[in-house]
């Protein structure tokens, strides 16, 4: 794409974290149509088997294969990713252009007091109380998440769109003519969405982390769902005798995690105004 | 006396297009204590002028002068604390945004820096139809009669403002204004950010097409020189007030102020030289 | 040809990977001497300013021969660089604002360059009073103890000037020091400038600004330096077709009149034509004007095929 390569230089951060991410992307895609074993197959004879010899990563105590769970694992820790920043995204911005536009208004104080009410409230114990009442399980933290991150998304939108609102290409739309809903998706949306991008990557980091805690407390994905906060909470008790079994849920999480955070930053550089000045002619 | 360029094609020239009357605009500034409101600051005092049709108004002023404050009023993109303000006989002044259709068509306004006043994500096809658009006008074959008007090939349409330079800039920062087909045209510092090289051709650019046009121009400019050369009227503002109004080359000969005259003597000039 | 005292710059060039930014830049500044170094945007002069602070941005260098008092400027290690800067040479800079640190005093921000460079706590800060009424601060004792913040643009960049010549240093250098300030404003700083540099290198766009500053202009256009001389020649006899044009289109003619225009736009940088920089937008320019025009002559120096005059 010849815009984006104007746009900025690609950077270290963003082609690790890209790539950090394909790798997770690709795990869940392929495991839709192969993974190496049935992930959810108790087999008895692969009871804790060792890495090799047909099971590449071994197998758990109910002789599961750990590859093939990590795969399908990739798959929930993406869907809740999505789902959880797409209900941030979703809700959070309109809110928080709406309260950038209007600065003054009392729909904005409103805004911005019942986010801080929201941000002032851990996200785990929010899923946990959902959980409880809701009952336990992928759909309900996903939710929870995605609510407990509007405020991120709305604080983010709000003083991005607080800095576009003074500029002159606004003033120059109003003159045009344009009114306040015109003014937020041609000219606001647009200006903001790099730092929504690079938002919604660093949320994306948050909620995998989150899922993995809560279904690591046993309030996110039922089994026999495989999950990496799961896969996490199962070795618990072999941590001593097979430590491996928490070795690769963790390194999962913790490169997912790295991987989305490098984007996030990467993205940030890359999209930098600042770098995009450049003019391709006289 | 110097001629004046063209005979504005204005209908019924001399008769008032923008009245101000009385004018007044106070800032709040953010409160600094829990008890007192923030400090009042007058941004625009009691000023009052009359534009003709077909007239170029100058306004000059410093920074803090309330030169772009006034602009703002005129334009209706803020309200004045105190004042009214009539467009082609129509008040402009407390009515709500969906009633100014009338000043929206028939006023447009070019701003100081093109880099900054055209939106770097939209296309030049998109940023010199938008004031037709934002009115619901039939767009049609319209932008790259105005960018031809403008001297600007019609290839420039489908690029983005960043890859232009200052000048190209504010030619479609003209072209959009002229979209609708607008009565007046208010240009604010329109060649400060620009070189000098290039300056003399957006000047050149803007006097034709009010000739060309019949347009009212209310010109704002840090530098009385410049407004010498555009137009026949300057107000002079300092502090929030008009000093000084009149024929421009009346003010230029006979400064009648003592702000006006520490301007004049304070703008640098190559005459000394020659 | 080494001038002990003051600057000499020998075939000055700046760089950014394969696009020349800058090439060929010589001239010289005495003792005292005051010279102009005029552009647009595109044209290198505050690029020249840059490198001669060693403050050019990253992935841009400088090559050739830069001498203050006999020191070298260019090439030499960073280390060497920080000593001179601020004490030898020094610069102000377009924008008093961000020049500034807002959580400082004055006072102390003029002071801290002294001590930067080996001066005793205490005798940089009554110094320091004593720089701020040098640049006609009103109360200084006063002004020493106030923020940024809470002085115009004007008294701003009178600061940043007593922070320049706190040192006394050799050269000042002065990149569109009023371009930020109101016209009324800028007259009492020009004159300021003028009266207190010790010799002065002074980078504008504005030509009426340079005359009223400087006794000497190098006029530049796309990376080289196209005309220079003393200011009255070179602006009442311009030689150069870039200087002619730049001075026409400067004198704003009656209303009514067209004013003179230089055609075509300053090309983006690297994208200036081979031979004479000038050569796409000059009226005059034909197949001689494709190799490179030598600056040449004494005293008013141009460097044109075809010149005016």
Redesign the interface.
């Known amino acids: 794409m010849r815009g984006l390569a104007m746009r900025g230089r690609l950077n270290a951060g963003l082609v690790a974290g890209g790539a950090l991410v394909a790798v997770v992307v690709l795990a869940a895609l392929v495991s839709f149509v192969w993974t190496p074993y049935d992930p959810t197959l108790v087999d008895a004879a692969a009871k804790l088997h060792e890495p090799g010899g047909g099971h590449l990563l071994g197998a758990d105590k109910f002789g599961r294969d750990t590859l093939s769970q990590l795969m399908v694992g990739a798959r929930t820790t993406l869907y809740v990713g999505i789902v959880a920043v797409g209900i941030a995204a979703l809700l959070g911005t309109p809110l928080g252009v709406l309260a950038g536009m209007t600065p003054r208004g009392w729909l904005s104080e409103l805004v911005m007091r019942v986010n801080d009410l929201v941000f002032a409230f851990p996200a785990l114990l929010l899923a946990v109380m959902l959980g409880a009442v809701y009952g336990a399980g992928t759909l309900t933290a996903m939710i929870a998440i995605g609510v407990a991150t509007v405020p991120a998304f709305a604080r983010v939108a709000r003083a991005a769109t607080l800095q576009v609102m003074v500029t002159d290409y606004v003033l120059a739309a109003r003159a045009a003519g344009r009114r306040g809903g015109a003014v937020a998706l041609r000219h606001v949306l647009p200006n903001i969405s790099s730092v929504l991008i690079v938002q919604a990557s660093v949320s994306f980091a948050i909620a995998i982390l989150a899922e993995a805690a809560l279904s690591f407390l046993g309030f996110g994905t039922r089994p026999p769902t495989p999950s990496w906060g799961r896969m996490l909470q199962e070795s618990q008790e072999l941590l001593f005798s097979t430590p491996r079994l928490a070795l690769w849920p963790g390194l999962a999480v913790a490169l997912a995690v790295l991987g989305f955070n490098l984007l996030g930053d990467g993205l940030r550089d890359f999209l930098d105004p600042k770098l995009r000045r450049i003019r391709a002619d006289g | 006396m110097p001629t004046h360029a063209g005979t504005p094609r204005a209908e019924n020239p001399g008769e008032p297009l923008i009245e101000a009357r009385g004018l007044s605009r106070v800032y709040r500034r953010p409160r600094t204590s829990l008890l007192r409101p923030g400090a009042a600051v007058h941004a625009l005092r009691d000023v009052s002028l009359t534009v003709g049709r077909g007239e170029r108004y100058g306004i000059v002023g410093e920074s803090g002068s309330g030169k772009s404050t006034l602009l703002r009023l005129l334009c209706a993109l803020d309200r004045p604390t105190a004042g009214t303000i009539a467009f082609d006989g129509r008040p402009v002044t407390g009515r709500p945004e969906r009633d100014l259709r009338f000043l929206r068509e028939n006023l447009q306004i070019v701003f100081q820096d093109p880099m900054s006043s055209l939106d770097p994500r939209m296309r030049v096809r998109d940023l010199v139809a938008e004031p037709l658009v934002a009115l619901g006008l039939p767009v049609g074959g319209r932008v790259a009669e105005l960018l031809d008007a403008v001297g600007l090939p019609a290839g420039a349409a489908d690029r983005y403002p960043h890859q232009f330079s200052g000048g190209q800039r504010q030619r479609i920062a003209i072209a959009r204004a002229l979209a609708p087909r607008p009565k007046a045209l208010v240009a604010d510092e329109p060649v400060s950010a620009l070189d000098v090289s290039v300056r003399g051709q957006i000047l050149n650019l803007l006097a034709d097409l009010v000739d060309e046009l019949g347009l009212t121009l209310v010109f704002v400019s840090h530098d009385l020189s410049v407004v010498r050369h555009v137009c026949e009227t300057v107000a002079v503002m300092h502090h929030g007030e008009i000093v000084e109004s009149g024929p421009v080359d009346e003010v230029w000969a006979a400064p009648a102020h003592p702000y006006t005259r520490a301007l004049l003597e304070a703008v640098p000039t190559l005459e000394d030289l020659t | 040809m080494l001038t002990v005292d003051g600057l000499t710059v020998d075939g000055l060039g700046v760089r950014a990977g394969d696009t020349e930014l800058v090439r060929e830049v010589s001239f010289s500044i005495g003792p005292g001497e005051r010279v102009g170094l005029i552009g647009?945007?595109g044209s290198g002069k505050s690029l020249t300013a840059l490198s001669l602070m060693g403050l050019l941005p990253e992935g841009v260098t400088a090559t050739g021969r830069a001498t203050l008092a006999g020191r070298d400027l260019i090439g030499v290690p960073e280390s060497r660089l920080k000593r001179l800067r601020g004490r030898d040479l020094s610069m102000v800079f377009q924008e008093p604002m961000t020049a500034l640190n807002p959580l400082m005093r004055v006072g102390a921000q003029v002071a801290e360059v002294m001590t930067l460079h080996g001066r005793g706590r205490r005798e940089a800060r009554a110094r320091a009073v004593e720089l701020l009424e040098r640049v006609r601060l009103p109360e200084p004792e006063q002004l020493a103890r106030a923020y940024p913040h809470q002085l115009s643009?004007g008294q701003r960049q009178r600061v940043m000037l007593a922070i320049a010549l706190a040192n006394e240093p050799a050269l000042l250098i002065c990149d569109e020091p009023t371009t930020a300030l109101?016209?009324?404003v800028?007259?009492r700083m020009?004159d300021l400038i003028a009266e207190v540099a010790p010799a002065l290198l002074f980078i504008t766009?504005?030509?009426?600004?340079v005359?009223?500053v400087c006794e000497r202009v190098l006029v530049m256009y796309g990376g080289r330096v196209v005309e220079s001389g003393p200011?009255?020649e070179v602006?009442?006899r311009p030689r150069h077709r870039y200087t002619e044009?730049?001075?026409a289109?400067?004198?704003?003619?009656?209303?009514?009149?067209?004013?003179?225009?230089?055609s075509?736009?300053?090309?983006?940088a690297g994208?200036f034509p081979g031979g004479c920089v000038f050569g796409n937008r000059c009226p005059h320019a034909d197949a001689l004007c494709e190799t490179v025009p030598a600056l040449t002559g004494e005293g008013h120096a141009h460097a044109c095929r075809h010149p005016a005059g």
């Open positions: 647009e945007s643009g109101d016209v009324t800028q007259k020009l766009h504005d030509l009426a600004v005359a009223a200011i009255r602006f009442t044009g730049l001075l289109a400067s004198r704003l003619t009656p209303r009514g009149t067209r004013l003179p225009t230089i075509g736009s300053v090309p983006a994208h």
